[in-house]
């Protein structure tokens, strides 16, 4: 039987393969932005206050004009001037509204959500997240090596957290989460999904439970969900196989600042060949400590796609982010691990 197992998160790499060939000079370098939107303004533009599209009337004195709410390029003094020029303006309308979703994509995620910053020294976790944080699963709350080190100098066994004694096996780590799942914490749901995902705790793989778990958590707002989703629908593991599901996932969470989803976005834009819509997500991957992200940008310039400002963008950003989640027992727990 063919194993279905979601690949390991614990990996950007095992999630998606993310490839930039050697021969990636051969990949047309696109244009700026400004060149890629071809949607121009119908609004004719005629005083201060602009002109109705349609019939051409002032926005002025007493004729108020409203914009178009779905591209915002042009504006009307009436619904019924509004219907008259739908026909010519249809067109133009649907390309620019699609352009200003797809813009959200680069505007929205910059700053990575309150899940990735350990609760404790308030700084965020390194990442990768899992190499250097720990789940209390009592409180499901993310705590960085740094912290758990500290505690361990003191003598402390209970949890930072919430103060609970840890616990002493499987059953109860298990019974512990199963706790939280019940009170709808979306964290635990999540969590409960990757020990079905993993066989943790002493479950058995069920990726069809793992699948429904991370469903539920996602509507509740686990981001973190909706990157194991993407993973899932991505690669058809416990579900139907579907990539364009898979990245609409991906993004989501990318937008809401999870920055594997992020990578894994840029990864597939790279795929397609669309050169400058992935490096614009690796550029933000890598200035939110993404290491990965900012080896591609490095590679992406070698290879003539990334100018050389682009790349020391990356570079300052990525040395900035880095900074920002050192502490002396972060370091210390780096170096005795």
Wanted: proline content about 4%; overall charge positive.
């Amino acid at each position: 039987m063919e194993d279905t197992t979601l690949p390991a998160r614990r990996t950007a790499k095992n999630m998606l393969a993310c490839y930039v060939a050697s021969e990636i000079h051969l990949f047309p370098t696109q244009g700026t932005l400004a060149s890629m939107m071809s949607c121009v303004p119908v609004e004719r533009e005629s005083g201060s206050g602009g002109a109705c599209a349609n019939c051409g009337k002032l926005g002025i004195d007493n004729v108020k004009l409203k914009n178009c709410t779905a591209c915002r390029l042009v504006k009307y003094c009436s619904v019924d001037c509004q219907r008259a020029h739908r026909k010519q303006h249809k067109k133009a309308c649907k390309q620019r509204a699609a352009e200003l979703k797809d813009d959200q994509k680069y505007i929205q995620g910059h700053a990575r959500p309150e899940v990735d910053f350990c609760p404790i020294c308030t700084l965020p976790i390194p990442l990768p997240v899992h190499e250097n944080a720990k789940w209390n699963v009592c409180c499901m709350k993310l705590i960085c090596q740094g912290c758990n080190l500290a505690a361990r100098k003191r003598r402390m066994v209970n949890c930072l957290y919430c103060r609970t004694p840890s616990p002493k096996n499987d059953a109860d780590r298990l019974a512990m989460i199963q706790a939280r799942v019940l009170k709808k914490d979306p964290e635990a749901i999540n969590h409960l999904g990757e020990a079905y995902c993993h066989g943790e705790f002493g479950l058995l793989k069920d990726m069809r439970k793992a699948v429904e778990l991370w469903e539920e958590a996602a509507e509740l707002g686990s981001i973190p969900a909706l990157d194991n989703l993407g993973v899932a629908h991505y690669h058809g593991a416990g579900v139907d196989k579907n990539v364009a599901k898979g990245a609409e996932f991906y993004e989501k969470a990318a937008m809401q600042g999870h920055v594997d989803s992020r990578y894994n976005v840029a990864c597939i834009e790279l795929e397609k060949m669309n050169n400058y819509r992935a490096l614009r997500h690796f550029l933000i991957a890598a200035k939110m400590g993404h290491k990965d992200s900012l080896e591609t940008v490095k590679r992406l310039f070698m290879g003539g796609v990334a100018t050389k400002a682009q790349y020391a963008e990356a570079i300052q950003g990525y040395q900035k982010a880095a900074e920002e989640m050192k502490s002396h027992d972060r370091d210390e727990a780096k170096r005795i691990s």
